[in-house]
């Protein structure tokens, strides 16, 4: 066979091999099966109570809204009021009234992509850090405020088909372009501009910080400051951790937040160059109050809250989880969470990411998640999802 004819096969071939790869990885596409209650592993065991202030918080957002704003899977706005004013119905602390209201104003279907049930669950927590509202050389790292040439576009408001995704930069001769990466910033891209928020003494803290989007600051005088999410310079999340295991530093089953905030400290000439293969950065604010709010405007609740991407899965919704426990072999994380935040890294139609609150159990816990495991979405009943 001459070379040409034979280059031109092996071509074709390749090309048939692609197109079955493509075949064998269709999109993700959330799909949903009809359940009952009575299939949520350890549905009548959770403290179903303690989600309630949660969902009320997502409700008290849902009623700005006007009543036939779309909330993808989960129907409209004005779907959402029943079980909304029912919810107040519903004594504190009563996990037996709270299970038979969720059981009365919900309906579980089983979340999958495209029918695959299992996905990745993670968890993150509010750091806390030390810091001052001047620089030394005893806090160094900067916090920075949102610049105000930042521009964050939700792609939503242009076309539904872009749900959940964003893009921000900054408007030169009337274009947006991107804006400065890590390594820009880290170098000085900022400086000068008096967009310090805090100074802190620890730059991997402050990175860590970042993937977290929220955190607390004890100053000097003893004083704390939260500071939570501002914007985002629009650069994608790069997984540093991956960048260790393809090194040889780490391997697959030893990464979490805790190892590679260690291999840090241990090469810290090599430290700045590894977290600025992570172009994304993150700008900081004050908060009041004493939860970080997420993506949906609401206070986040410590354990109930689950960060989602609302591409798939709309804020408010509430999400039954059943997981492998982060800190006991063998257990099972099983509980009643609400879709209220979202996350660079938390992308398809089965993952999520828990909120653990704040202090030394929630950071354990948060760091080492990586859990498999299925959930189920409670739609408010009468809504039954497309397709």
Same mark, same amino acid.
């Given at each position: 066979?001459?070379?040409?004819?034979?280059?031109w096969a092996?071509g074709l071939?390749?090309?048939?091999?692609?197109a079955c790869?493509?075949?064998e990885?269709?999109?993700d596409?959330l799909?949903l099966?009809?359940?009952?209650?009575?299939?949520?592993?350890?549905w $009548?065991?959770?403290?179903?109570a303690?989600?309630v202030p &949660?969902? &009320?918080?997502s409700?008290?957002?849902i009623r700005t809204?006007p009543?036939?704003r779309?909330?993808g899977?989960g129907?409209?706005a004005?779907d959402w009021l029943? @079980?909304?004013?029912?919810?107040?119905?519903?004594?504190?602390?009563?996990?037996?009234?709270a299970r038979?209201y969720?059981e009365?104003?919900? $309906?579980?279907?089983?979340a999958?992509n495209?029918g695959a049930r299992r996905?990745?669950?993670?968890?993150?927590?509010?750091?806390?850090?030390?810091?001052?509202?001047?620089?030394?050389?005893?806090?160094?790292?900067?916090?920075?405020?949102?610049?105000?040439?930042?521009?964050?576009v939700?792609?939503?408001?242009?076309?539904?088909?872009?749900k959940?995704?964003?893009? &921000?930069g900054?408007v030169?001769d009337?274009?947006?372009?991107?804006?400065?990466?890590r390594a820009?910033i880290?170098?000085?891209?900022?400086?000068?501009?008096?967009?310090?928020?805090?100074w802190?003494?620890?730059p991997?803290?402050?990175f860590?910080l970042?993937?977290q989007?929220?955190?607390r600051v004890t100053?000097?005088d003893?004083?704390?400051?939260?500071v939570?999410?501002?914007?985002?310079?629009?650069?994608?999340?790069?997984?540093?951790?991956?960048?260790?295991?393809?090194?040889?530093e780490l391997?697959?089953?030893e990464?979490?937040l805790?190892?590679?905030?260690a291999?840090l400290? &241990?090469?810290?000439e090599?430290?700045?160059?590894l977290m600025?293969?992570n172009p994304s950065?993150v700008f900081f604010?004050?908060l009041t109050?004493?939860?970080p709010n997420?993506?949906q405007g609401v @206070?986040l609740?410590?354990r109930?809250?689950?960060?989602?991407d609302?591409?798939?899965?709309?804020y408010?919704?509430p999400?039954?989880?059943?997981a492998?426990d982060?800190?006991d072999?063998?257990a /099972?994380?099983?509980r009643?969470l609400?879709?209220q935040?979202t996350g660079?890294a938390i /992308?398809?139609?089965v993952?999520?990411?828990?909120?653990?609150?704040?202090g030394p159990?929630a950071?354990r816990?948060a760091g080492?998640m990586?859990?498999a495991?299925?959930?189920?979405?409670l739609?408010?009943?009468g809504?039954? @999802?497309?397709?």
């Amino acid at each position: 066979m001459p070379v040409g004819r034979k280059n031109w096969a092996a071509g074709l071939a390749l090309l048939a091999l692609a197109a079955c790869a493509r075949q064998e990885a269709p999109p993700d596409t959330l799909t949903l099966a009809p359940a009952s209650f009575s299939d949520l592993p350890g549905w $009548t065991a959770d403290r179903v109570a303690e989600a309630v202030p &949660a969902l &009320a918080r997502s409700c008290a957002r849902i009623r700005t809204l006007p009543r036939d704003r779309a909330l993808g899977l989960g129907g409209t706005a004005g779907d959402w009021l029943p @079980p909304c004013d029912a919810l107040a119905g519903v004594p504190a602390g009563d996990d037996a009234a709270a299970r038979a209201y969720f059981e009365r104003w919900f $309906t579980p279907f089983a979340a999958g992509n495209n029918g695959a049930r299992r996905g990745l669950f993670t968890g993150y927590y509010e750091p806390e850090l030390k810091g001052a509202r001047a620089p030394s050389a005893a806090f160094p790292a900067p916090l920075y405020k949102r610049p105000p040439d930042l521009v964050m576009v939700e792609l939503a408001d242009f076309g539904e088909q872009w749900k959940g995704q964003r893009i &921000a930069g900054r408007v030169l001769d009337g274009r947006l372009k991107p804006y400065e990466d890590r390594a820009a910033i880290e170098a000085g891209a900022l400086r000068g501009k008096g967009l310090e928020l805090l100074w802190v003494d620890d730059p991997v803290g402050a990175f860590f910080l970042q993937i977290q989007g929220s955190g607390r600051v004890t100053l000097p005088d003893g004083r704390e400051v939260r500071v939570g999410y501002a914007g985002q310079n629009g650069h994608k999340y790069v997984a540093i951790g991956k960048e260790l295991i393809d090194r040889g530093e780490l391997r697959r089953e030893e990464v979490s937040l805790q190892s590679i905030r260690a291999w840090l400290k &241990a090469h810290p000439e090599q430290a700045a160059d590894l977290m600025n293969r992570n172009p994304s950065y993150v700008f900081f604010q004050e908060l009041t109050g004493d939860q970080p709010n997420g993506a949906q405007g609401v @206070p986040l609740t410590p354990r109930r809250s689950l960060a989602v991407d609302p591409k798939f899965v709309p804020y408010g919704m509430p999400v039954w989880l059943d997981a492998e426990d982060p800190v006991d072999t063998g257990a /099972r994380l099983r509980r009643l969470l609400v879709a209220q935040d979202t996350g660079g890294a938390i /992308r398809g139609p089965v993952r999520g990411d828990v909120f653990w609150g704040h202090g030394p159990d929630a950071e354990r816990r948060a760091g080492v998640m990586k859990s498999a495991g299925e959930y189920w979405l409670l739609l408010p009943r009468g809504v039954t @999802p497309a397709g």
